[in-house]
């Protein structure tokens, strides 16, 4: 039985929770999905999905209901997208609680405010993808230990470190599968 838990305290976590089910189902595995609200909630999780949102908010939300301790002391595995890759950094250009638990630095708002939002096609780790930025970060600076998965000319949008993975972008936006079920087998 594999655990998959949506971290819902602020943001799109919906549109996770819906894409993450497709990606489970597709997998045919047994599987619970839980929405994570509380350091309760966090600790059944055998992997967990931060969303796009505010990262200021998200991270204030994570240290003040514990969830952040249970995810470091359990190690959690995390996929987070737009903000959630915000706060899977060790650095950004804000002072905001981090979970810093990928050796990168990013920047918020790299693209531009929510007008310049934009979709683009992308390649990742293989596969061509639609990308959906809207207020996207971009990291300026990985670590040895983190691979990059994807790029816009030389702007990273996708890292991975172990089995933590960071996108710019918002798959969950779209009906594609693809990357949810890559980051659930990752954590099987
Ligand atoms: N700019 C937001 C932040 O840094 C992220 C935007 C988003 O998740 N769509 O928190």
């Known amino acids: 039985m594999i655990r998959i838990g949506i971290l819902n305290l602020q943001g799109d976590a919906s ?6 089910k497709k990606a489970l189902e597709n997998l045919k595995v047994e599987y619970q999905l839980l929405n994570v609200r509380t350091a309760e909630d966090a600790s059944q999780c055998n992997g967990i999905i931060i969303s796009g949102g505010e990262s200021t908010v998200i991270g204030k ?3 003040e209901n514990r969830i952040k301790d249970i995810i470091l002391q359990n190690k959690i595995p995390i996929f987070g997208t737009c903000a959630g890759m915000v706060l899977l950094a060790k650095e950004t250009d804000y002072e905001q609680p981090l979970l810093e638990l990928m050796d990168m630095k990013v920047k918020r708002n790299a693209f531009g405010r929510q007008k310049d939002s934009f979709e683009q096609e992308i390649d990742i780790l293989g596969g061509k993808y639609t990308g959906v930025f809207i207020r996207a970060p971009a990291i300026e600076k990985v670590g040895e230990d983190v691979q990059i998965i994807s790029k816009i000319d030389d702007i990273i949008i996708g890292v991975k470190q172990g089995k933590n993975m960071a996108l710019a972008f918002h798959p969950e ?3 594609d599968t693809r990357l949810h079920e890559y980051f659930i087998k990752e954590v099987l």
């Open 173 to 175: 936006l779209t009906e």
């Open 15 to 20: 549109e996770h929770f819906q894409i993450s």
């Open 61 to 63: 939300l994570m240290v």
